[in-house]
């Protein structure tokens, strides 16, 4: 009987070959710019979050993110090692989710779902934040979860984090998330968790990077569907996009 993994590395297969194929047929069209893709590539996470996402469609993405080189396959915790295992020594990294989308989890079950992520072979974290703590003004129940996950982290030299939904917050709110994450040294302030509608806008992206101090990332994440709108939200200060439309984003950008 196949295994999951076989089938998985199967799959990645056929869905690798048959993207080099392509790729190869279309190479040397005009209005190509290779090394401007590639460092576009660099700054993306490529994205599958949705709840009715298969092994099949984890394998799909992750030959995306290789032919493209993104920066992180980003998935839920229950696809973090099938993740790993296809992208092992790509220098294609896993980010897992926790708390995703309402951050609303205990403190010891987030803490075990970064652990556990961790122990998988994640290598960046998405934190998101408990925004109902946060707005009733329970910063130390904020920095007491955000600190165990932090260190956890560095642990094993991965990075975090931190997500917040600018559309929920006012501007105090976010002030101190800012100071959190400051205090914390997270790697990265993600602006939306692109559920429910909300989805990071530009303001948000050039409000956090105004805020924020040099040597913290900001990630938009939604809405984030063509090359446009890449541009849009690098021209504002992100240093990470994540999107699912990562591959034809790169495309575009290849002048395909």
Same mark, same amino acid.
């Given at each position: 009987?196949?295994?999951?993994?076989? !089938?998985?590395?199967?799959?990645? @297969?056929? %869905?690798? &070959? #048959?993207?080099? &194929? *392509?790729? $190869?047929?279309? @190479?040397?069209?005009?209005? #190509? !710019?290779?090394? @401007?893709?590639?460092?576009?590539?660099?700054?993306?996470?490529?994205?599958?979050? *949705?709840?009715? &996402?298969?092994?099949?469609? =984890?394998?799909? %993405?992750?030959?995306?993110?290789?032919?493209?080189?993104?920066?992180?396959?980003?998935?839920?915790?229950?696809? =973090?090692? #099938?993740?790993? !295992?296809?992208?092992?020594? !790509?220098?294609? $990294?896993?980010? $897992?989710?926790?708390?995703?989308?309402?951050? &609303?989890?205990?403190?010891? $079950?987030?803490?075990?779902?970064?652990?556990?992520?961790?122990?998988?072979? #994640?290598?960046?974290?998405?934190?998101?934040?408990?925004?109902?703590?946060?707005?009733?003004g329970e910063v130390h129940y904020v920095k007491e979860e955000l600190g165990e996950i932090v260190s956890a982290c560095y642990q094993v030299a991965a990075r975090c984090k931190i997500v917040i939904e600018p559309a929920l917050l006012s501007e105090e709110d976010r002030e101190t998330a800012c100071k959190i994450a400051e205090e914390l040294n997270v790697d990265f302030v993600v602006a939306s968790t692109g559920y429910g509608g909300y989805a990071a806008s530009v303001d948000d992206v050039r409000w956090l990077r105004r805020r924020l101090r040099p040597g913290i990332g900001v990630k938009a994440v939604g809405t984030i569907e063509t090359l446009a709108d890449a541009r849009a939200m690098l021209d504002a200060g992100a240093t990470r996009l994540g999107t699912s439309q990562a591959l034809s984003i790169i495309e575009e950008a290849r002048g395909r």
């Amino acid at each position: 009987m196949t295994t999951l993994k076989e !089938s998985l590395e199967q799959t990645i @297969a056929r %869905v690798a &070959a #048959a993207t080099l &194929a *392509r790729h $190869a047929r279309e @190479a040397g069209l005009p209005g #190509a !710019s290779p090394d @401007a893709a590639v460092a576009l590539a660099g700054l993306m996470d490529h994205r599958l979050v *949705r709840p009715d &996402a298969t092994p099949e469609d =984890v394998a799909r %993405v992750c030959a995306e993110a290789l032919e493209c080189h993104c920066a992180t396959v980003c998935v839920n915790p229950t696809y =973090v090692a #099938a993740a790993r !295992s296809l992208l092992r020594g !790509s220098g294609v $990294a896993v980010c $897992a989710l926790v708390g995703y989308p309402l951050g &609303a989890g205990t403190i010891a $079950a987030k803490v075990f779902e970064a652990r556990r992520a961790l122990d998988d072979g #994640a290598r960046e974290l998405e934190v998101v934040l408990p925004i109902g703590r946060l707005k009733g003004g329970e910063v130390h129940y904020v920095k007491e979860e955000l600190g165990e996950i932090v260190s956890a982290c560095y642990q094993v030299a991965a990075r975090c984090k931190i997500v917040i939904e600018p559309a929920l917050l006012s501007e105090e709110d976010r002030e101190t998330a800012c100071k959190i994450a400051e205090e914390l040294n997270v790697d990265f302030v993600v602006a939306s968790t692109g559920y429910g509608g909300y989805a990071a806008s530009v303001d948000d992206v050039r409000w956090l990077r105004r805020r924020l101090r040099p040597g913290i990332g900001v990630k938009a994440v939604g809405t984030i569907e063509t090359l446009a709108d890449a541009r849009a939200m690098l021209d504002a200060g992100a240093t990470r996009l994540g999107t699912s439309q990562a591959l034809s984003i790169i495309e575009e950008a290849r002048g395909r």
